[in-house]
């Protein structure tokens, strides 16, 4: 929506925002699942803007939800929302855990789950807490994805971790499912 007010406040500054018209708001029915979904659901138009040339960025805080034109219904929660637009730059790469610190299995991991895992690594997390964690089950083809204690934005990170690792995962074998 071209919506430059939510984007024109003291926070979007703090955010280093500047120029932003663009925001895509997630908003739906409030409850446990939201936030995760809004990451999940979130992340591939995410990749799909950054696949046409476009320039995304997650935005949690730095951001006037009073001021942006998004509807929200009674019974609806306004979660969060991205920035869309032409950056100055694309961004630039910043630092990862590494990938020992992201997953748990017993056991050599099969090369899907190490595909996943790794793409989920390179996702972006809010400030980079990257809180997440991918454990594989005894069976060898079952996952759990595990929101660890973050500042904020844990559950919103999960989602689009669990979709970074879906694609990552499902480019070498199918043959999984989340638990
Ligand atoms: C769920 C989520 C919420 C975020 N909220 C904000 C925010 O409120 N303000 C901000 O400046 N950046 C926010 N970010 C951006 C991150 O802090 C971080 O800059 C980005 O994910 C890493 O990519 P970059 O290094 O390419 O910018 C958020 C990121 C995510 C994933």
């Known amino acids: ?30 409850g446990p699942g939201l ?14 803007a950054q696949a046409v040339g476009l320039n995304t ?12 034109e998004a509807r929200v219904a009674p019974g609806e929660k306004y979660s969060l929302c991205i920035a869309v637009g032409h950056g100055e730059t694309s961004g ?18 099969p ?17 980079n807490q990257q809180r997440f964690r991918f454990d594989l089950g005894e069976d060898g083809s079952t996952v759990r994805a595990v929101a ?12 689009i971790a669990k979709l970074h690792f879906e694609l990552g995962a499902n480019a070498v074998s199918n043959d999984w499912r989340f638990a």
């Not at 630039?92 to 050599?108: M, R, Y």
Request: with cysteine; hydrophobic share 50%.
């Open 57 to 68: 960025c997650w935005v949690a805080m730095t951001f006037s939800k009073k001021a942006s």
């Open 1 to 30: 929506m071209d919506n430059p007010d939510a984007f024109n406040g003291r926070l979007a500054h703090y955010g280093s925002f500047r120029g932003v018209r663009n925001h895509i708001a997630l908003v739906g029915p409030a």
């Open 148 to 159: 660890l204690p973050a500042i904020s934005c844990g559950k919103v990170d999960l989602g």
């Open 35 to 48: 936030d995760e979904a809004c990451g999940y659901y979130g992340e591939r138009l995410v990749l799909l």
């Open 111 to 127: 090369a899907w789950f190490a595909a996943g895992v790794e793409a989920a690594r390179l996702a972006p997390t809010a400030m």
């Open 92 to 109: 630039a790469a910043h630092k990862v855990k590494p990938a020992e610190k992201l997953f748990q299995a017993t056991g050599a991991a």
